[in-house]
């Protein structure tokens, strides 16, 4: 167990849908990163929020935003979903001091039907 | 820019042999290196760590890798393999701290471990 935790576990949705994913970092740990695991896309950093500001953004669609509370709790939005958004999606979180070193949640499994 | 190549999608060894994961790296700023596995149905866990200490780490599992910056290699070996190592495994680069990339892990495709009996 990471320490890292993400809600829901799997997420079944129609296309054209929103929905929001959580993550809860390790306790401490202040950078929450998200990344997207495909079969055709490999594995992809999507964004990443250092307490509470965004401090890095990789591939991530118009379509998708992210935010990280005062709690350093952080949720993933994506809207208007294609089937192509079907993926595994991590949370991993890091230490102040150690900020490479990156613990991942169990992901949240997403399919567009 | 970072890049990261695994040569090698499906490597099958049988159990009690060498295993060798073969992981080369494109980073223009000095990098961290990493090592994660993956088993079927779960997050990724790390196995070990180059930040430039060592050139030679030492992971759980007894799992290792060696840094050659010459060869921009970082290969990941295990003496003897157990039928509890079958899964995915993932080299990642991630820039020096301070840089534009600060943070990202940039991983390569992965390589899926079978082991035999």
Partial sequence: DSGVTQT???????TGQRVTLRCSPRSGDLSVYWYQQSLDQG???LIQYYNGEERAKGNILERFSA????DLHSELNLSSLELGDSALYFCASSARTVPNEQFFGPGTRLTVL | AQSVTQLGSHV???????VLLRCNYSSSVPP???WYVQYPNQGLQLLLKYTSA???VKGINGFEAEFKKSET??????PSAHMSDAAEYFCAVSADAGGTSYGKLTFGQGTILTVHP
Avoid: D, M, R
């Fill in chain 1, 67 to 70: 935010q990280q509370f005062p």
């Fill in chain 2, 12 to 18: 099958s060894v049988s159990e009690g042999a060498l």
């Fill in chain 1, 8 to 14: 829901p576990k799997h997420l079944i949705t129609a």
């Fill in chain 2, 32 to 34: 961290y290196l990493f």
């Fill in chain 2, 54 to 56: 060592a050139t030679l």
């Fill in chain 2, 73 to 78: 290699s970082f290969h990941l070996t295990k």
């Fill in chain 1, 43 to 45: 594995l992809q950093f």
